[in-house]
């Protein structure tokens, strides 16, 4: 029997062609070779535009399934726990704010790099030989309405015939995402930072997001600590107590990347903190989907970084409507590497302003610490599990 070919992932992919676009912006620079860079910037141009048009079809593929499947489960255990996920993903969202605005600029140096607008972007960086327009079928704001008004509607009205075509429709965009968006992420990683480095920016970035990477996981580390103080409080139970029962699945996470393909350690190291089977078996699913508080995170903590980096004044009254909205478009976001962000690029750019380079670089600085985002993730979940199960009913003794 032949063995298996072992495919390189996603992440070692995008070091490659992160190196590979140092390597060759540089050589460019030194021969003053600019055309090597404009092909390069022509595919991003041409992904761009394609991403462009994907973006509200993400939204309707992943937010109407993920609401009306909302419609279905235990009544009053659903709604609790759909309120207790959102909650605990804006207080991440929230903490992330206070801790970035607070920490970035004793090492970002504001205004140090120029992305945010077509003309400033030209002055930095090439642009391609030449671009195709695909007109978008419509904007993002209007991808969101009509995903709420279709996933509510197919909920109240308990039509399951809709429902299956959007899950169908959510099948396509997964296939869209995961074997052209995903494959092709790299050579567009490549053509960014190749650009960068032509421009003389690059550097800079990467300097500051290493700090902001071992910020992201320190928050991670906080969070989740404090998810189990309040679960473990609500409970009577210790705290690093839960924590440790669940390291199972966050080392889990870290291997799959996806919070779905770690339900069932997740499960399972939940019902030894106590949580009674039902529980378990109900709440873990289903926070897989609508409770990403590492994702949050990583999400609210890059874009101001990036924003600090353009200069733009970052406020609580700016970016709170971002991460209440967040905690609404990742729902249901796949159990594919980069779902939350792909989810997210929509109101980067119709509530931050985001533009094309500014969203490459959240897409790749997002799936550079996935695995952690996601790990976080699903160890919070088993906290709401505890919290859940401790609010419906005397939980067990953790074993």
């Known amino acids: 029997m032949e063995k298996k070919k072992k495919k390189l992932g996603l992440l070692p992919r995008l070091i490659i062609a992160i190196i590979l676009g140092l390597i060759v912006g540089t050589f460019a620079k030194s021969m003053d070779l600019p055309i090597i860079i404009e092909i390069g910037a022509t595919f991003n141009s041409i992904f761009s535009e394609f991403l462009n048009f994907v973006i509200p079809l993400i939204i309707i ?10 419609g279905t489960g235990a009544g009053k255990t659903l709604l609790l726990t759909v309120l207790v996920a959102y909650v605990s993903t804006i207080i991440a969202g929230s903490f992330a704010f206070v801790v970035d605005t607070t920490v970035f600029p004793s090492f970002l140096e504001v205004g140090s790099i120029v992305l945010e607008n077509a003309q400033n972007a030209e002055e930095t ?4 030989l030449f671009s195709i327009e695909m007109p978008v079928i419509m904007g993002v704001m209007s991808a969101l309405i009509l995903s709420f008004i279709l996933g509510l509607g197919i909920s109240v009205c308990q039509s399951n015939t809709l429902k299956a075509v959007f899950h169908d429709f959510q099948d396509i965009i997964v296939k869209v995402v995961t074997s052209v968006i ?31 990477f071992a910020i992201i996981i320190i928050m991670h580390f906080i969070i989740i600590i404090f998810q189990y103080v309040v679960a473990g409080t609500v409970s009577k ?3 690093f107590g839960l924590i440790k029962n669940m390291i199972p699945a966050y080392f889990t996470a870290i291997g799959t990347q996806s919070s779905a393909a770690t339900i069932p350690v997740t499960v399972e190291s939940t019902k030894k903190n106590g949580v009674r089977d039902q529980i378990a078996e109900f709440v873990c699913p289903l926070c897989a989907t609508i409770h990403l508080s590492g994702s949050t995170i990583t999400l609210t903590s890059c874009a101001i970084a990036i924003m600090m980096l353009n200069g733009w004044v970052v406020t609580f009254g700016s970016m709170f409507p971002f991460i209440l909205m967040l905690g609404v478009t990742m729902v249901a976001a796949p159990g594919v590497p980069g779902g939350a962000v792909m989810a997210a690029l929509g109101i980067l750019q119709s509530m931050l302003g985001f533009n094309d380079s500014m969203c490459t670089l959240m897409i790749a600085l997002y799936i550079a610490q996935d695995s952690f985002g996601t790990a976080c993730n699903v160890t919070g979940d088993g906290a709401i599990a505890v919290f859940i199960d401790t609010i419906t009913g005397k939980g067990k003794t953790a074993e």
């Open 61 to 70: 593929g992943f937010v109407v399934p993920g609401i009306a499947d909302l």
């Open 237 to 239: 139970k210790n705290p």
């Open 125 to 128: 960086m090439l642009s391609g």
């Open 182 to 212: 995903i494959p092709l992420l790299p050579i567009h990683v490549y053509g960014i930072f190749a650009n960068m480095t032509y421009a003389g920016t690059v550097m800079e970035i990467i300097s500051v997001f290493i700090r902001v």
